[in-house]
């Protein structure tokens, strides 16, 4: 995949795909959730899949809302593996127990990312150590693809040592665990007080090498400076939300705005070159490490006034 990648620039690394906008929780930072949102048809996902295998995607992260309260998720992941990508999950983990983990086994899932906020619920995230510890349990029991545990601090978390404490359950169960910051309602960065800066970089030092440590994109954000960077969402990295259209990222839905059954190949090569002038700030670390492949090639130019003038930054 990573020769591929260096290999072509026509073609994504990563797409994100949501079957469902709803969750059964409620963070307050969070903008990309609702709580009525029906669950999208299956065999309407599985275009979906089909379209960007046809665009040489590499790997297909599903997401949310919460995908496990789609009843069709696993036959989405197994039409992913059918086409030979690599299928991820994110999730809050309310939803798992030890069958559900076997049956995302037997699908075929190769990676799960699980965000724990705080050790405590409070106001801000109920995704907490206290509540989710056990289904941590279950996953070291039962599953057979990787784990990931993604602590945060910023954003109005009260105790960034939080982030030090769900670091390490996660590596005494045998999992990875790394470390995001969380990111304002457009997706744009907001400097870290000096505790958070100190819980940033000893979480740093418990992450096994990653994307994230070889480019200083996480270290500048926890700094508050701008990153100058090539960013090749609609390109590289694509969005697709809940009706099918191609978004930059989660953070920046309105433009492309394209339904993914009419993205081209032209909309790929446009994109690429396209610089967005939302990335000097931008804290969506999925986008940084797909870019990172192209940072040394193809200069980005700004976008005709009328493509930019759709670009519409989540509130």
Not at 147 to 164: E, K, Y
Not at 172 to 196: A, C, K, N, R
Not at 275 to 283: I, V
């Amino acid at each position: 995949m990573v020769a591929r990648a260096f290999m072509s620039t026509e073609h994504p690394l990563l797409a994100h795909i949501i079957p469902i906008r709803r969750c059964n929780l409620a963070c307050e930072y969070c903008n990309e959730y609702d709580d009525f949102s029906q669950p999208v048809p299956v065999q309407a996902m599985f275009k979906r899949v089909d379209k960007l295998s046809e665009l040489g995607t590499a790997i297909i992260t599903i997401s949310g809302g919460e995908p496990l309260l789609h009843p069709e998720l696993d036959n989405i992941i197994r039409r992913i593996r059918k086409h030979g990508m690599i299928a991820g999950l994110i999730t809050n983990g309310y939803l798992l127990v030890g069958d559900r983990i076997e049956r995302l086994n037997k699908a075929g899932l190769e990676w799960l990312q699980i965000s724990i906020d705080n050790v405590t619920p409070d106001d801000v995230s109920k995704k907490s150590l206290k509540v989710l510890d056990k289904k941590l349990e279950l996953l070291a029991e039962y599953a057979d693809f990787h784990v990931n545990i993604n602590s945060v601090v910023g954003g109005g978390v009260r105790n960034p040592q939080d982030a030090l404490t769900i670091g390490q359950r996660a590596l005494s169960l045998g999992f990875s665990s790394t470390v995001g910051i969380i990111h304002d309602g457009s997706g744009q960065l907001q400097p870290l007080g000096g505790e958070e800066r100190r819980v940033y970089h000893e979480m740093k030092a418990m992450e096994k090498r990653s994307f994230t440590r070889v480019n200083a994109f996480q270290d500048n954000i926890a700094q508050g400076r701008p990153n100058q960077w090539r960013c090749r969402a609609g390109s590289r990295y694509l969005y697709i939300c809940e009706d099918g259209l191609v978004h930059y990222c989660s953070q920046q839905r309105g433009y492309p705005g394209i339904p993914l059954e009419k993205y081209t190949i032209a909309d790929l090569r446009r994109e690429y070159v396209s610089e967005k002038s939302c990335a000097p700030h931008c804290t969506v670390s999925c986008v940084h490490q797909i870019s990172i492949f192209d940072s040394w090639r193809a200069p980005q130019h700004p976008m005709p006034d009328t493509s930019a003038a759709n670009l519409v930054q989540i509130k």
